[in-house]
């Protein structure tokens, strides 16, 4: 069985189906890891959805987007326009979908194969044990009809921005959201950033900030050493030297490719974007 990894889809069905045909993928002996994000700006993402859901052998992880839909599903936040999500909501579809979301984890970690997945990376201060502990308890915060509703009204915040044990309920809940679906840059104090959204991590070399996988090596359990394969940063183009680290946003609904990375093989794919719209590049603010 061989285990492929495909970045942010964001809706983009054409390239999605295009790039399964790439590498010949076969659900019925492969398996397919997603970085979370699957919608989103994109132009098809109920088409997207479908498929995803069709498939055998398929596990997406939670990304920003996702969350943001069930905030819309759950009637807390007014869909926006550009995020291209009302075409969801009027499908006889969505409820699936809704559900889809809802199971969906925030950490995959497999089974037989040292290899993790997680949208935008895991808090470099946790050891693996601990980061599928946090994810755990705030899934099952997601699964609960009244604590979500809770979690999904009050994430849409930055703080707390660094973790310390005494956390707990709602703001262990939401660090957690943070750290595994917005994190990027960071401070060595362990003080994630916000403001630096869509950027590169040399424009801010000299404030201070780094990206999470040069502050720590989170992906070692019972004495193994994970792969993490990450979504989330369009801005890195794929551009992560750190060993056991694979970064796959390549910025397909921005106009660029959507990429796929096979654990087995170590060979990655890609298709060029159909071209959808240009990203917001923000300059440092520190």
Request: contains cysteine; positive net charge.
């Amino acid at each position: 069985m061989a285990t492929y990894c495909i970045g942010d889809v964001h809706g983009c069905y054409n390239e999605f189906m295009a790039l399964l045909e790439e590498i010949k993928f076969d659900e019925a002996k492969d398996e397919l890891l997603l970085t979370g994000d699957l919608i989103g700006r994109g132009p098809f993402p109920v088409e997207t959805m479908k498929a995803v859901m069709s498939m055998k052998n398929t596990v997406s992880v939670l990304g920003n987007h996702d969350l943001n839909f069930l905030a819309v599903a759950e009637g807390i936040v007014t869909p926006r326009p550009k995020d291209n999500l009302q075409v969801i909501l009027d499908s006889p579809l969505c409820a699936d979908i809704v559900k889809y979301f809802i199971n969906s984890p925030l950490l995959f970690i497999h089974k037989t194969k040292l290899l993790c997945v997680a949208h935008a990376g895991i808090y470099p201060l946790w050891e693996l044990t601990f980061a599928k502990k946090a994810a755990k308890e705030t899934c099952k915060v997601i699964r609960d009809d009244l604590r979500r509703k809770i979690l999904l009204a009050n994430m849409y915040c930055d703080e707390p921005n660094i973790y310390n044990e005494n956390l707990s309920g709602l703001k262990l809940w939401r660090f957690t959201l943070n750290a595994f679906t917005r994190m990027r840059l960071m401070y060595r104090t362990g003080a994630l950033d916000f403001k630096n959204n869509a950027i590169s991590p040399e424009l801010v070399k000299n404030d201070g900030l780094y990206p999470w996988f040069d502050l720590g090596n989170p992906m070692q359990r019972k004495k193994k050493q994970y792969t993490l394969v990450f979504g989330h940063w369009a801005a890195l183009g794929a551009k992560c030297q750190r060993p056991f680290v694979k970064a796959l946003d390549t910025g397909c609904v921005w106009g660029d490719r959507l990429s796929c990375w096979c654990f087995d093989t170590d060979k990655t794919y890609r298709i060029k974007s159909l071209g959808y719209t240009e990203p917001k590049v923000q300059v440092s603010k520190v």
